[in-house]
């Protein structure tokens, strides 16, 4: 899709061997980056000669296009090139170099190759000599280049890129930007970061400018930074996030909107959101250690994130609204379906490298031991303090069951602590090592800690409730006030209009508080995944057609009691068009 859209030949253009027009958008090269950076994080799981073929290819055509002087951008070194550095608002030169740095350091890990990274530092040194004290004093309009100067700093070592890092930060808060006429808190450069006290404007710039601030504290240990950053976060998840963990209310600058503006079907939920959410999830959970944050990464994955790409991994949602009619209401585009790829395509590539750093997210080392953030079948090979070398394997069927099983296959009988994250949602957990149950605290939404001299062979066993649930909204939030949704486990579900009796109108139903609950796995569907049946109602909302208001309570409207079927919402919209809806109207 990259070479049909143009990217590669973009930079071949700036390479002086490409043929044809250059293609736009402006940030064409970054879709190229972001496909490195998954490609290289795919090379450290499994080794592929085709693959890693493919990616020499590509490093190869971005060293040609590359400039003497160390500056590469396709579209200015094209089009514009007497006119570098001149609209820092809007044409994303640092975005798409903060990309290629994130790439170069994905690829030098991967492969230990360092072709990628050397063109990565030039550039970041073309950049350092452009930008700080003394020469250009201006932040850039899309932050990304922030974290991935962090991320070059602890590659290198080279501590000019971490203060280059801070030095963007600091520039923000001027009030200069222009914001594509939305205003200068679109881009975030309405308050100084160290003052702010509410996230504001376009979500994904929001989002990663937050990501980047929390990996200069946790270079820095500036209170200061930490501060904002736990004031921000509470401030989108009490007011400003939907259950899903989708971010960005409003359509127009696909941006967050006031507290409590959550509306189901006109809502953004851009893709890339749910994105920058988990990698600031990450790295606030890596500075503090607290489970609220593997908890929201957690909801952001299955839920808000999952949702944008289709079954078969061909198709993609930009935008994951929790209710639709079928049809696009917001851009008259037709009916609802994901679409193979997109004019601008940011959100592609960026499902792919979040895919690939998947098994990243599930466990952590600190001077204590090891923590199991996530839980997924997976191999953990780890050197602790105590320990040389710890071989732990989880076995798991989550998120469709909550039994994790962790055997240890290599320890040295020295003393160390496991710990294993509770859910929140989890009402209750049961701990075993070796069969023996354990007196360990497995409270919900916190670490169930395990201290003792492991031997190989050691089993532990953590089983946690895993029943369906209906949850209701925050009663400031208009749009949903007096509904219900249905999750189980870290899963939100929805209704489809395809798993209900024909021609029932989903704006018609509704489901009692005290409704009855029902888990069934469900092999021959999707893919296989656990239905959820729930007893509800059909209400005949056609008694009210000739009349502009009804003074009589809709309890005294004709229904009649349906059973509702309800599906994970990561998996709507992959069985053709049709209605769907999270939040169900109380009965």
């Not at 070592?157 to 679109?186: I, K």
């Not at 299955?302 to 289709?310: A, K, R, T």
């Not at 800690?449 to 009663?475: C, F, H, K, S, Y």
């Not at 209605?579 to 009965?587: D, E, F, K, S, Y």
Request: charged letters at 25%; glycine letters at 8%; a negative charge.
């Amino acid at each position: 899709m990259l070479n049909e859209s143009g990217n590669f030949n973009n930079l071949k253009l700036a390479a002086g061997s490409g043929k044809g027009e250059y293609q736009t958008p402006v940030f064409m090269d970054s879709d190229v980056y972001k496909w490195l950076e998954a490609a290289s994080y795919d090379l450290a799981n499994v080794p592929d000669p085709e693959l890693e073929h493919m990616v020499d290819q590509a490093i190869e055509l971005i060293a040609a296009a590359q400039q003497e002087d160390g500056y590469l951008n396709s579209y200015y070194q094209v089009n514009k090139p007497d006119e570098r550095w001149t609209d820092l608002d809007h044409d994303h030169e640092l975005y798409c170099a903060g990309h290629l740095l994130e790439a170069a350091v994905a690829h030098h890990r991967a492969t230990g190759k360092p072709t990628l990274l050397a063109v990565a530092r030039r550039f970041a040194d073309h950049i350092d000599s452009e930008f700080g004290p003394g020469k250009r004093q201006r932040a850039p309009g899309h932050p990304e280049i922030e974290l991935a100067l962090v991320e070059l700093y602890r590659e290198t070592r080279e501590r000019r890129y971490l203060d280059l890092a801070a030095f963007f930060v600091d520039q923000r808060g001027s009030g200069t930007m222009r914001g594509y006429r939305l205003g200068p808190a679109y881009q975030q450069d309405h308050v100084p970061v160290r003052e702010a006290t509410e996230v504001a404007g376009h979500a994904v710039r929001q989002l990663y400018l937050t990501a980047g601030v929390t990996d200069i504290y946790m270079e820095t240990g500036e209170q200061a930074l930490l501060d904002a950053m736990t004031r921000l976060w509470c401030d989108m998840t009490f007011t400003k996030m939907h259950i899903t963990g989708g971010l960005g209310a409003r359509f127009v600058g696909e941006s967050f909107g006031q507290a409590y503006e959550l509306p189901s079907d006109r809502c953004y939920c851009e893709t890339c959101a749910a994105i920058a959410s988990m990698m600031w999830n990450w790295r606030l959970l890596l500075a503090t250690r607290e489970a609220r944050y593997a908890e929201l990464l957690e909801r952001s994955l299955y839920n808000g994130f999952l949702s944008s790409v289709s079954l078969d991994g061909r198709r993609y949602f930009y935008v994951n609204p929790l209710q639709s009619r079928g049809v696009d209401s917001m851009q008259g585009r037709g009916v609802v379906e994901r679409p193979e790829w997109f004019g601008c395509a940011c959100c592609p590539p960026n499902v792919m490298r979040q895919i690939a750093l998947v098994g990243h997210y599930a466990a952590t080392t600190d001077e204590s031991g090891l923590q199991i953030h996530q839980y997924v079948s997976a191999k953990i090979e780890a050197e602790l303090e105590a320990e040389r070398q710890v071989v732990l394997r989880t076995e798991t069927d989550y998120p469709w069951d909550g039994k994790v099983k962790l055997t240890i296959e290599e320890t040295s009988g020295n003393e160390w602590k496991l710990a294993l994250r509770v859910p929140g949602w989890c009402e209750g957990a049961n701990l075993r090592v070796n069969g023996e149950a354990i007196e360990a605290a497995a409270t919900s939404g916190t670490y169930a800690t395990i201290e003792r001299a492991w031997q190989a062979g050691d089993i532990v066993e953590l089983d946690m409730v895993m029943q369906p649930r209906l949850t209701e909204p925050n009663p400031r939030v208009d749009a949903i006030r007096g509904s219900l949704a249905i999750e189980r486990g870290p899963l939100v579900y929805c209704l489809e209009e395809v798993d209900q009796e024909p021609g029932l109108n989903l704006l018609d139903v509704r489901i009692a508080p005290d409704a009855s609950l029902r888990a069934t796995r469900r092999e021959d569907l999707l893919g296989g995944v656990v239905v959820v049946e729930a007893q509800g109602a059909v209400v005949d909302v056609d008694a009210w057609r000739d009349e502009l208001y009804r003074p009589a309570p809709m309890e005294d409207l004709p229904q009649r009691e349906v059973v509702l079927r309800a599906v994970p919402y990561f998996a709507w919209a992959n069985r053709g068009p049709g209605t769907m809806r999270v939040w169900i109207p109380r009965w």
